[in-house]
C-alpha cells in the first residue's frame, strides 16, 4: 500500500513538473507576444508625433487617428470600417429608410448630377424637378468634378430647412434656380405591381421598412387581382439589391416558408455560431415563387435567394450573384462614432457559403444589352402576317358562345401585352413565363 501510495505521489510531482515545464515556455511566449505590441504601439506614437511636428503642413490629430483606425479596420476585408460620428448617422437614416432631403433619385453624367426621376409627392417633385435635369450648383456652389456621394450630401440637410439647386434643363436656354424646402423622405422599399396574373415584387434594399412593406404590397396586389385565386404566382425582383439589415431578409424569407432553417451563421468561436428557423405561414398561399438575381444582387439578397432555393420555394433566375457571405456588426464607439465589424460567415439551409461565389441561378438569363434605336429603326419591311380569319369570307366558329371567345381573345391580350414586355425587361418577362408555365401544370397532388 506505502509502495502504491509512493508510485502515485512520483506520479503526481512528475505531472506538476512537467506542466510546469511546458507552461513556462508558453508563458514566456506570451510575454514576448505582449512586449512586441507594446512595440509597435510605441512605434504608431512616435509617427503620429513626428507627423504632427515635421509634416508640411498643419494637421488635425483626431482627422490622423481616425484614418489610423480606419486603416487598421480596411486592412482586413473590404467591409470593415470605422464609421465617423457623421457616418454614423447617416448608416442609421438609410437603414431606417427616411432621411430630411429633396425626394430625387440620381446619377452622375459628365462631372454634374442628373436626375434620374423626382420620387411622388416629395418637394422636388411639387418644386417642378424633372427627370433628365442637370444640376449644377446647390447654394451657389458648384458641383463639378464632387464625387456623387458628396454632392448628395450637400443636398441633404435638416428638414424643413431651404436650398437653392441650379439646373440646366433640355429645351431651356438659360440655367435658373429652384426653391426647396427639404423635408423627411421616405425611400421606397417595395415596388409593386400586377403583370398579367402575376404579382411582380420589386425590393430594392433591405431596412426596416422592406418587410412590412412587402406584406402591404401582397395584401394590396391580391385584393387588386380580386383574390389569390386570380394570381398564378409571384416573381420577387432582388436584381441590384445591395442587401442590408440580416433579420429583414429572414423576415422576407419567413414570409414564404412553412418550415425549416432559413440561415446559419459561424463566427470565429463555434460556440458563437447561430441557426434561425421559419416560422408557420406564407404569404403567398404556396403560389409559385421566381427570384430574379444579377450581380447586383449582395448580402441579405443572397440570404432569401438561397433560402427559397435550397428549399425548392423557388425557381431562382437571372446571373451569379455578388457573393457577400459575410455578416457585419455595428459596435457605438465613443464620441457617437462606430465600427463595423465582420464578425461572422452565414450558410444557407443546405450548408453552403455563398462567400466569393454567390448564388447560381436555376436557369441563367442574362438581360440583352439595348439596341440602338437606329439598328432598331431599320429600313427592312416586315412581312404581315395574315390568318384564316382574315381571308374575305372566312367561315365563323360555331363551336364557341360570345363569351368564350371574348375571353380567348382577352387571354390573348395579356399574352401579347406580356411578349411586348420582353423588350423592356427581358429578365422579368422570363420570369413571369416560367410562373405561367408552372400554373399550366397545376398543382403537385
Not at 433619385?105 to 422636388?124: L, M, N, R
Not at 439646373?167 to 421616405?186: A, L
Not at 403560389?287 to 430574379?292: C, D, E, G
Request: proline share 4%.
Amino acid at each position: 500500500m506505502k509502495k502504491f501510495l509512493m508510485v502515485a505521489l512520483g506520479g503526481t510531482v512528475a505531472g506538476v513538473v512537467a506542466t510546469t515545464q511546458i507552461a513556462a515556455p508558453l508563458l514566456a511566449q506570451e510575454a514576448a507576444k505582449t512586449e512586441n505590441v507594446y512595440e509597435q504601439l510605441d512605434l504608431f506614437g512616435d509617427i503620429f508625433e513626428r507627423i504632427r511636428a515635421q509634416y508640411v503642413e498643419e494637421v488635425d490629430s483626431s482627422d490622423l487617428i481616425e484614418a489610423a483606425i480606419n486603416g487598421m479596420l480596411t486592412s482586413l476585408d473590404p467591409h470593415s470600417s470605422y464609421l465617423s460620428p457623421k457616418d454614423a448617422l447617416k448608416m442609421r437614416e438609410q437603414t431606417r429608410g427616411e432621411f430630411g432631403g429633396l425626394g430625387i433619385e440620381v446619377t452622375q453624367e459628365d462631372g454634374f448630377v442628373k436626375v434620374v426621376s423626382p420620387i411622388d409627392g416629395t418637394p422636388a417633385d411639387e418644386a417642378g424637378v424633372e427627370a433628365g435635369d442637370f444640376i449644377t450648383h446647390v447654394d451657389g456652389e458648384s458641383l463639378l468634378g464632387l464625387a456623387l456621394d458628396d454632392a448628395v450630401e450637400l443636398m441633404r440637410g435638416p428638414v424643413g430647412s431651404e436650398i437653392v439647386i441650379t439646373v440646366v434643363r433640355e429645351g431651356e436656354q438659360e440655367p435658373f434656380d429652384v426653391s426647396i424646402v427639404r423635408d423627411t423622405i421616405e425611400l421606397t422599399v417595395v415596388r409593386s405591381r400586377i403583370e398579367g396574373d402575376t404579382v411582380v415584387l420589386r425590393l430594392s434594399t433591405f431596412n426596416e421598412q422592406t418587410y412590412p412593406k412587402m406584406k402591404e404590397a401582397i395584401e394590396e396586389q391580391v385584393e387588386k387581382a380580386g383574390g389569390i385565386e386570380n394570381v398564378n404566382g409571384f416573381v420577387i425582383d432582388l436584381r441590384n439589391n445591395p442587401g442590408g439589415l440580416l433579420n429583414q431578409a429572414i423576415a422576407v424569407s419567413d414570409a414564404f416558408l412553412e418550415e425549416g432553417e432559413i440561415v446559419s451563421t459561424r463566427g470565429r468561436d463555434a460556440d458563437d455560431g447561430d441557426r434561425v428557423n421559419a416560422t408557420p405561414g406564407d404569404l403567398s398561399m404556396g403560389k409559385p415563387l421566381v427570384v430574379l438575381i444579377n450581380g447586383g444582387s449582395a448580402s441579405a439578397s443572397e440570404i432569401v435567394a438561397g433560402a427559397l432555393q435550397d428549399h425548392r420555394r423557388a425557381v431562382v433566375i437571372g446571373t451569379k450573384s455578388f457573393g457577400k457571405g459575410s455578416v457585419q456588426t455595428v459596435m457605438p464607439l465613443r464620441g457617437d462614432g462606430a465600427m463595423r465589424l465582420t464578425t461572422a460567415r452565414y450558410y444557407t439551409p443546405s450548408g453552403r457559403s455563398i462567400q466569393a461565389l454567390g448564388v447560381s441561378p436555376d436557369i441563367i438569363v442574362a438581360q440583352p444589352p439595348i439596341r440602338p434605336e437606329s439598328e432598331e429603326e431599320e429600313d427592312t419591311p416586315r412581312r404581315l402576317l395574315r390568318s384564316e380569319a382574315d381571308l374575305r369570307g372566312s367561315l365563323n366558329n360555331d363551336s364557341l358562345t360570345e363569351d368564350q371567345i371574348k375571353q380567348i381573345e382577352e387571354d390573348r391580350a395579356k399574352a401579347e401585352k406580356s411578349a411586348e414586355l420582353r423588350d423592356e425587361d427581358y429578365q422579368l418577362a422570363y420570369a413571369i413565363d416560367i410562373l405561367k408555365g408552372l400554373s399550366a401544370l397545376g398543382p403537385n397532388d
